[in-house]
């Protein structure tokens, strides 16, 4: 099970890489927690963006939601 969710939130990080890539930054999955927590890094020009942390929950948290069912949220861990 836990497999299948990491497969999951790994294919709809993929959908949303290209607009973080396009201003040259990027996401990589680090844990997903029993309580359905996703725990992400991000980087390239995401790192220290004044903006990362809308692109976090408006971009890729509602993605995850959207398409993952049993992600209640995305945190950044460094």
Do not use: F, W
């Not at 836990?2 to 890539?21: G, W």
């Not at 390239?44 to 209640?72: D, F, H, N, W, Y």
């Amino acid at each position: 099970m836990k497999d299948e969710m990491h497969e999951k939130v790994e294919n709809a990080l993929q959908s949303i890489r290209p607009y973080l890539q396009a201003d040259g930054g990027d996401v990589e999955l680090v844990n997903i927690t029993e309580e359905g927590i996703v725990e992400v890094r991000l980087t390239g020009a995401c790192v220290g963006c004044p903006m990362s942390q809308m692109t976090l929950r408006a971009g890729v948290e509602r993605a995850l939601i959207k398409e993952v069912p049993g992600i209640r949220r995305v945190e950044a861990v460094s």
